[in-house]
């Protein structure tokens, strides 16, 4: 059975909307404000860096605060992991006045060819979960914004960060990622698996966001081995600053075309 089981919904009114949960969490009802970019991370030790470099943050909904980077760039951490959960945080971000909306977070690598210090710019995502279809149809095709990952990418090669653009998997299924389908995906050059992109993506998607991931490598998977844990000669936060600069640079070269 194809999801959604209803069929054609996407047209359809939700019985509630993003705006009234966040609302009602702001002084009188009103919405919060955030930056017009945010970064989703997804690892503790990001996680812990922002908050050590943040000296603000706005309240979304209940616990999930915005932590300010600068006037155009927050971050939001702390809330899971998955599809179902990223989509809600999208939501609830672009509801609070986001206009852009980046993953930063850990993947597994498809191709042994990829160094683990090297980032990865997926820019479509196979969409191998339940979320993303109950915002777009199956037939269409989640991107990231083309302009968003040439920013990013200028900006993490100017910081000594080398760059891979393609293709990335979202599953859902962390325990039945099988040899067959790794070994297929990684001919077809599909570079990423993540548990999130494709529900965000959809999301930002369906809400006229613009939207980016930057992968760093967790783990390599291949048909023939899995190479856990690899070994880094950075920290993971060490893209946060090029991927911040990005966004801040994004953000005010589209408010001067309006």
């Not at 909307?17 to 991370?41: H, K, M, N, R, T």
Request: aromatic residues 6%.
């Amino acid at each position: 059975m194809p999801i959604p089981n209803f069929g054609d919904k996407y047209d359809a009114d939700a019985l509630f909307s993003p705006e009234e949960a966040v609302s009602e969490q702001g002084d009188g009802g009103g919405l919060p404000d955030v930056p017009p970019a945010v970064i989703l991370g997804f690892e503790d030790v990001l996680y812990e860096s922002v908050v050590e470099r943040s000296d603000e943050s706005v309240n979304l909904v209940r616990s999930q605060e915005v932590h300010l980077l600068n006037d155009d760039v927050g971050f939001i951490g702390d809330f899971g992991i998955g599809a179902p959960v990223t989509a809600t945080i999208t939501e609830n971000v672009i509801a609070a006045g986001a206009e852009v909306v980046c993953i930063l977070g850990g993947c597994g690598c498809l191709q042994r060819s990829i160094p683990p210090n090297d980032a990865i710019l997926p820019t479509t995502a196979i969409r191998d979960e339940g979320v993303s279809y109950h915002y777009l149809p199956p037939e269409e095709e989640v991107r990231a914004t083309p302009n968003l990952v040439d920013a990013l990418d200028e900006s993490l090669s100017a910081a000594g960060v080398e760059t891979h653009r393609g293709p990335t998997w979202t599953t859902s299924a962390m325990y039945r990622e099988t040899v067959p389908e790794i070994e297929q995906y990684a001919e077809e050059g599909v570079v990423s698996l993540g548990m999130e992109s494709a529900a965000m993506l959809a999301v930002a998607a369906y809400r006229g966001a613009d939207a980016a991931v930057v992968h760093e490598i967790g783990d390599h998977l291949t048909p023939d081995e899995w190479e856990s844990g690899v070994e880094r000669e950075e920290t993971f936060a060490e893209l946060l600053d090029p991927t911040v600069e990005a966004l801040r640079e994004f953000v005010a070269a589209d408010s001067g075309k309006n």
